[in-house]
């Protein structure tokens, strides 16, 4: 069966460094998102990204965060100066359609960022 | 605002005994509704769906949820529990654009 695989599944960094958290999605699946849940609260959206360029982003998603599908079969999430609080885990999933159309988005096992 | 709402943190059953997870949403055009369940060091797995038509819907592992617009709700019920369903359940909410809107999820236990 066709997944989302993730990698690393736990990474530790310190505060101030930059981390690429790596996803790929399922070989034909056309939309990609990235989700996070900090530990004890809800899964929030982060971002979408479709035709090589970002749908939809939510309030978390500022400057320091950046997503890229570098090579046609990884999705990237950046984190540019992580922060005590971008402890989490992160969810990349992706989907065949999007939208009004979107009939399931399938999630990889997730990273979990520890910032120190 | 779109919003999903999952009262109960924790709920433990008794295996064998029957299960019910509430889930209320607030949502402004007709909502696609979703069940996940998170396994301990696992990912998000994708239970049931509602888009349209019969409001009772059919998923994997036993599990069946009721949309019922009148009371916004999209309750999770399972006739008999196993011990392999404690997990965390993740009620959510999409529609017109990309994104899904989980709830906090209830994390379930099970005696045995």
């Known amino acids: 069966e066709p997944e989302v695989t993730q990698t690393p599944s736990h990474q530790v960094t310190q505060m101030g460094q930059e981390v690429i958290l790596r996803c790929v999605p399922i070989?034909?699946?056309?939309?990609f998102y990235w989700y996070r849940q900090i530990l004890g609260q809800k899964v929030e959206f982060l971002v979408s990204?479709?035709?090589?360029?970002?749908?939809?982003k939510s309030e978390i998603f500022d400057d320091q965060f950046s997503v890229e599908r570098p090579d046609g079969s990884n999705f990237t999430l950046k984190i540019r100066s992580t922060k005590l609080e971008d402890s989490a885990m992160y969810f990349c999933?992706?989907?065949?359609?999007?939208?009004?159309?979107?009939?399931?988005?399938?999630f990889g096992q997730g990273t979990r960022l520890t910032v120190v | 605002a779109q919003s999903v709402t999952q009262p109960d943190i924790h709920i433990t059953v008794s295996e064998g005994a029957s299960l019910e997870l509430r889930c209320n949403y607030s949502y402004g055009a007709t909502p696609y509704l979703f069940w996940y369940v998170q396994s301990p060091g696992q990912g998000l797995q994708l239970l049931l769906k509602y888009f349209s038509g019969d409001t009772l819907v059919q998923g994997i592992k036993g599990f069946e949820a009721e949309f019922k617009r009148s009371q916004s709700s999209f309750n999770l019920r399972k006739p008999s529990v196993h011990w392999s369903d404690a997990a965390e359940y993740f009620c959510?909410?999409?529609?017109?654009?990309?994104?899904?809107?989980f709830g906090k999820g209830t994390r379930l236990h099970i005696l045995p």
């Open positions: 999933a992706s989907s065949s359609q999007g939208g009004r159309s979107n009939t399931e988005a399938f």
């Open positions: 070989s034909n699946h056309l939309y």
């Open positions: 959510a909410v999409g529609g017109g654009d990309d994104k899904i809107i």
């Open positions: 990204f479709y035709n090589n360029e970002i749908s939809e």
